[in-house]
């Protein structure tokens, strides 16, 4: 059985990950999510349940190889989103108690700084 890991975009749109690529929604039926490889040029597709717990077809090959360092990157966007609104913390303590746990093997993916601000 393959591990589906959920994730969101930084819009707040559902996204998964899986063997190191990760996949935004491209459409939904009344049964079923089609997901998409998230790099442009990839034309690799799956399709879940709704609860995006099971694949229902299985990832196509894909074009390039695996990026999982972008994990992380996704995750410490929506954490530091998440923080913004919920406490009233500077901007920059924000950022930097979330980077403190970001790991360093995946440190080619962050953005910069002035793009976390936004």
Known sequence: MSQIEKLLSVKGKPMIHHEGYIYTVERTTSTKLIFRCQNRDCKARCHTNLSMDVFLSQP?????????????????????????VTTDESTSSI???????????????LPKNEALML
Do not use: F, M, W
């Not at 196509?60 to 929506?78: F, G, S, W, Y």
């Open 60 to 84: 196509t090959a894909h074009c390039h190889a695996p990026q999982p360092d972008r994990v992380p990157a996704i995750q410490l966007k929506n954490e530091i989103k998440a923080r913004a």
């Open 95 to 109: 950022i930097h108690s979330a980077l403190r746990t970001y790991p360093l093997s995946a440190a080619g993916e």
